[in-house]
C-alpha cells in the first residue's frame, strides 16, 4: 500500500514534465519531416513543416520523436531541479529571529506517558527518565541546574516534588535538616509495586503493596543522629587495605608543611600492618577502628631497650610462627626497621 501511494505521489510531481515531454514529440516529428541537404536548409523546412506537425494535439508515437520527447521533459525536469537546489532560502517576517515561546506540542515528545517515570520541571514540563525512547531525537541527559536564592522555593517547588516521584535512588544533601523530617516517613513508606500491567500489586487483603526505600543518614553535625560506616567492611584484598591507609594518612596529616617522607613510610607500613592483622585474624564483630586504636595504645615503645617487646610485638611473633608468610607480618618486619628513634632510614627505604 505505501509503495503504491509513493508511485502515485511520483507520477503527480512529474506529470507536468511528462506531458512536456509527450508535447514534445510534435517537434520531433516537425524536424523528421524537415527536408535539407545541410542543417541550415533542414532548420527553413522545419518551421514549414511544424505547423503541420502540431495540427494535431496527440503525440507522434514515431520511435525518434518518442526520444525528443523523452528528453525535452528530462532536460526541463533536470533544470527545475538544478534551479530549486541553487536557489536561496528567505525566511521573510523573521528578519528579526525566530525565537518563540515554546507550547505543549514542543515538549510533548520528551514527556513520559506515566507521569511517576517523569523529572519534574514546571507544573506543564517534565523530562522522561528513560534514557532511550521511541525517538532516539528526544533522548536527553537529566542534569538539571537549578538557581535561586535562600527563600526561592528550590527545595519546596524542585527537590521535593520530584523526591515524591520515588523512580530512582536519591542521594539528597540537607543543610537545613528539614528534608529527612518531612520526606522520611513517605520514603520510608516507598512506592507502590507495579505488575506486568503497570497497575498497583495488592496483597490477598485488597491492600497495595510498597516497596520502602532503604533510607541512610550521614550527619557530619550530630553523630548520634547518624549513621556509621565501617570502612573494614569493605576490605576485600590487599590492595584495599593499602587504599584504606593511604586514605587515613592523607585525612590526619593535618594543615601545614609536609614532614619527611621517611615517617609517612614507617606510619604506613605500621597501618598496613595492624589493619592486616585485624582483618585476616580479627573475628567480624573487631573489625572496626576501636580495634585499631587499641592495637596502636598498646604500642609501647622504649627507645634505650631496643629488645623490649610490647603486646602487639608479642602478638606478631605468634602469628608470624604459625604464618611467617602472612601479610600482616611481613608489613610488621619492616615496620620494625624503624624501631627506635635512630633507625637506619636507608635500610627502610629498600623494605618500602
Known amino acids: 500500500m505505501k509503495k503504491q501511494l509513493d508511485i502515485k505521489k511520483l507520477l503527480i510531481l512529474n506529470l507536468p514534465y511528462i506531458l512536456m515531454g509527450l508535447f514534445a514529440t510534435n517537434f520531433g516529428e516537425g524536424w523528421r519531416r524537415a527536408q535539407g541537404a545541410d542543417a541550415s536548409a533542414k532548420m527553413l523546412s522545419f518551421f514549414s513543416t511544424l505547423p503541420v506537425a502540431l495540427a494535431s494535439w496527440w503525440p507522434s508515437l514515431h520511435p525518434l520523436d518518442l526520444l525528443v520527447g523523452l528528453c525535452c521533459g528530462a532536460g526541463l525536469r533536470l533544470a527545475v531541479y538544478l534551479k530549486s537546489k541553487n536557489a536561496k532560502k528567505y525566511r521573510h517576517g523573521m528578519e528579526y529571529g525566530s525565537a518563540r515561546w515554546g507550547t505543549h506540542e514542543d515538549i510533548a515528545p520528551y514527556i513520559d506517558p506515566v507521569f511517576q517515570n517523569n523529572v519534574i520541571l514546571t507544573k506543564t514540563e517534565s523530562l522522561t527518565m528513560n534514557s532511550r525512547p521511541k525517538d532516539p531525537k528526544t533522548a536527553r541527559n537529566k542534569n538539571v541546574l537549578v538557581i535561586g536564592g535562600s527563600g526561592s522555593g528550590k527545595t519546596r517547588f524542585w527537590l521535593k516534588p520530584n523526591l515524591m516521584q520515588m523512580h530512582s ?3 539528597v ?33 485488597g491492600k497495595v503493596i510498597y516497596e520502602p526505600y532503604r533510607i541512610k543518614v550521614l550527619n557530619t553535625i550530630n553523630f548520634k543522629k547518624s549513621m556509621h560506616y565501617n570502612p573494614f567492611a569493605y576490605i576485600h584484598s590487599e590492595k584495599d587495605i593499602l587504599k584504606l591507609v593511604t586514605t587515613l594518612i592523607a585525612n590526619t596529616k593535618g594543615e601545614g608543611k609536609a614532614g619527611d617522607d621517611f615517617w609517612v613510610k614507617a606510619e604506613t607500613l605500621l597501618y598496613c600492618a595492624l589493619i592486616g592483622y585485624i582483618h585476616y585474624e580479627a573475628p567480624v564483630e573487631e573489625q572496626n577502628f576501636s580495634t585499631l ?7 609501647e615503645v622504649r627507645e634505650d631497650d631496643e629488645e623490649f617487646k610490647n603486646p602487639v610485638d608479642l ?5 608470624e610462627a604459625e604464618k611467617p608468610n602472612h601479610f600482616a607480618v611481613r608489613q610488621y618486619k619492616k615496620y620494625k626497621l624503624a624501631a627506635g628513634v635512630v633507625c637506619s632510614k636507608r635500610l627502610l627505604n629498600q623494605a618500602v
Open 315 to 319: 602478638m606478631f611473633d605468634a602469628l
Open 173 to 205: 544533601t540537607d543543610p537545613k535538616g528539614t528534608i529527612l523530617v518531612e520526606c522520611g516517613k513517605m520514603l520510608q513508606r516507598g512506592t507502590s509495586k507495579l505488575g506486568k500491567d503497570g497497575k498497583p500489586m495488592k496483597d490477598k487483603h
Open 169 to 171: 535512588s536519591y542521594v
Open 293 to 299: 586504636i587499641e592495637f596502636i595504645n598498646a604500642m
